[in-house]
Nanobody, 119 residues
C-alpha cells in the first residue's frame, strides 16, 4: 500500500530554519509528483513546493527548497528565513503523474506535521 510519512516540524523563532521530510512507500520513483502543502485553520490548503523528475516548483524561491533522495525514497522541504506567517500544518502529497497546483489533484497524503514560527 501507499504510505507517506511526513515529519520534521516543530517550533522555531522567526528567521530560523526547518527541514521537513516525507518518507514514501509504495510509489514509483519516476512518474510521480511529490509536493508539500500547508494549511492554516479557516483557510484553503496551498501548495508550497513540488518536484517531478528534475522539475521543481517553489512558492518562495530561495527561501523554500524541495529536494528528493531516491535511494531513501524521501522528499524534503528545506525552509529558511521562516516567518510567523509560515505557521501552518504542512502536508506531504503525491500525485500520479505530473504536478498540479490544487490539492484535489493529489492522490496520497501524509498525516501532516506542524510548523510554528514565533516572533
Amino acid at each position: 500500500q501507499v504510505q507517506l510519512v511526513d515529519s520534521g516540524g516543530g517550533s522555531v523563532q522567526a528567521g530560523g530554519s526547518l527541514r521537513l521530510s516525507c518518507a514514501a512507500s509504495g510509489l514509483p520513483y519516476s512518474g510521480t509528483c511529490m509536493a508539500w502543502f500547508r494549511q492554516v485553520p479557516g483557510k484553503e490548503r496551498e501548495r508550497v513546493a513540488s518536484i517531478y523528475g528534475s522539475g521543481v516548483w517553489t512558492l518562495y524561491q530561495g527561501r523554500f527548497t524541495i529536494s528528493r533522495d531516491n535511494a531513501k525514497n524521501t522528499v524534503y522541504l528545506q525552509m529558511d528565513s521562516l516567518k510567523p506567517e509560515d505557521t501552518a500544518m504542512y502536508y506531504c502529497a503525491a500525485r500520479r503523474y505530473y504536478c498540479a497546483p490544487d490539492r484535489s489533484g493529489y492522490d496520497y497524503w501524509g498525516q501532516g506535521t506542524q510548523v510554528t514560527v514565533s516572533s
